[in-house]
């Protein structure tokens, strides 16, 4: 069956430092892949996608790419700020599947 | 107006109390889900709908069931609610296209059971 494995959390850093959130999915056939953000008190709302290998889904200084070789789509930013502090979901959608398929969440805290 | 709302926004109640969710969207999506949310494990799909007739277990039915109103309404009902079901639960919705179209989140019901 089709799983979504994230790092776990928390994650605190401080404000300007770079980010790296790991994702890495097992699936049957070729997925889309999804990162989802749920800031605080909020639902969920996506952040950036990638639908085939190599793409690369970007988003409010956000950027993951779709590395098929390794199945994994890693959630990266160059320098987060207080505002980034959120849950972090990976997800995924397998080809006929009529559902995503979500990781366990990153609870990301960034300190000024 | 939000897109999706859901009601309650908070709810505490008894053990064997019946429970329901509610929730409304102004989006026209034909596809709507509810999902409970615990802390570890992520967002796990309880029931989902893909129209009016069209009504699906996801991957923890057990002790809940659902209701299709209308294209706009789905809702959510704890039969006999118990405390392992205190949860945050959120409404989605979706186009047809899973891959084109993202799915869009209700704001969430913090529901207790005591």
């Known amino acids: 069956g089709n799983s979504v494995t994230q790092m776990e959390g928390p994650v605190t850093l401080s404000e300007e430092a770079f980010l790296t959130i790991n994702c890495t999915y097992t699936?049957?056939?070729?997925?889309?892949l999804f990162w989802y953000v749920q800031y605080p008190g909020e639902g969920l709302q996506l952040l950036l996608k990638?639908?085939?290998?190599?793409d690369k889904g970007s988003n409010k200084g956000f950027e993951a790419t779709y590395r098929k070789e390794t199945t994994s789509f890693h959630l990266e930013k160059g320098s987060v700020q207080v505002s980034d502090s959120a849950v972090y979901f990976c997800a995924l959608l397998s080809g006929s599947a009529r559902q995503l398929t979500f990781g366990s969440g990153t609870q990301l805290t960034v300190l000024p | 107006d939000a897109d999706v709302t859901q009601t309650p926004r908070n709810r505490i109640t008894k053990t064997g109390k019946r429970i329901m969710l509610e929730c409304s969207q102004t989006k026209g999506h034909d596809r709507m889900y509810w999902y409970r949310q615990d802390p570890g494990l992520g967002l796990r799909l309880i029931y989902y709908s893909f129209d009016v007739k069209d009504i699906n277990k996801g991957e923890i039915s057990d002790g809940y069931s659902v209701s299709r109103q209308a294209q706009a309404k789905f809702s959510l009902s704890l039969e006999s609610a118990i405390p392992n079901q205190t949860a945050l639960y959120f409404c989605a919705t979706q186009g047809r296209d899973m891959v084109r179209n993202e799915q869009f989140f209700g704001p969430g019901t913090r529901l207790t059971v005591l």
């Open positions: 699936a049957t056939g070729y997925p889309s």
């Open positions: 990638a639908t085939k290998a190599d």
